[in-house]
């Protein structure tokens, strides 16, 4: 079996997926187990909407349970470095060549990435450029979509933990 990709998660996202999972655990399951009971008292199941439902919500439910669990117990919270690379936990502040646009990125674990929440996976393709590189370092980012390619020009103009 080949090696397994790492899990990083901040102290925060790991708190998230711990609430996540007791709420799963001691809120919704019982819930589920509920209707679950419920749509059976209705009599043929073969017929019955309500339990075919619940069953498909209960599956869901306990996947996502597995999930969480799993990346719990493997997870690596990300403690940051302070060597003055960007990293996993890095927050970066860059500056676009095009119009001096400035935005701060956070570097984190695939788990946690939200593009919309300026959260990077740190396999994307921003954080591979920038990998382990210094303040004031200039990067070319060749972005490919579908039917276009564009090159972004930008510069690290500010880094910081974002665990401190």
Same mark, same amino acid.
């Given at each position: ?37 419920? #749509?059976? !008292? ?9 339990? /075919? !439902? !619940? ?16 990346? &719990?117990?493997? #997870? ?19 500056? *676009? ?15 946690? !990435? ?9 396999? /994307? ?6 990998? &382990? /590189? ?11 979509? *579908?039917?276009?390619? #564009? ?7 500010? &880094? ?5």
């Amino acid at each position: 079996m080949g090696k397994e990709k790492e899990i990083y998660l901040t102290s925060e996202g790991f708190l998230k997926l711990e609430e996540e999972l007791n709420e799963a655990k001691t809120v919704k399951r019982p819930q589920i187990i509920k209707d679950l009971k419920e #749509a059976r !008292a209705q009599g043929d199941l073969s017929e019955n909407a309500e339990y /075919s !439902a !619940a069953k498909e919500m209960q599956g869901r439910l306990e996947d996502r349970i597995k999930e969480i669990e799993y990346t &719990l117990e493997h #997870a690596t919270i990300i403690e940051g470095s302070n060597d003055g690379k960007v990293c996993v936990g890095s927050v970066i502040t860059v500056k *676009y060549d095009d119009d001096d646009e400035e935005e701060e990125y956070t570097i984190v674990g695939t788990n946690e !990435a939200d593009p919309f929440s300026n959260k990077i996976s740190n396999e /994307s393709p921003v954080f591979n450029t920038t990998l &382990l /590189s210094d303040i004031f370092e200039n990067f070319l980012l060749n972005i490919s979509n *579908y039917s276009e390619k #564009a090159n972004v020009n930008y510069v690290i103009i500010l &880094l910081k933990l974002s665990i401190e």
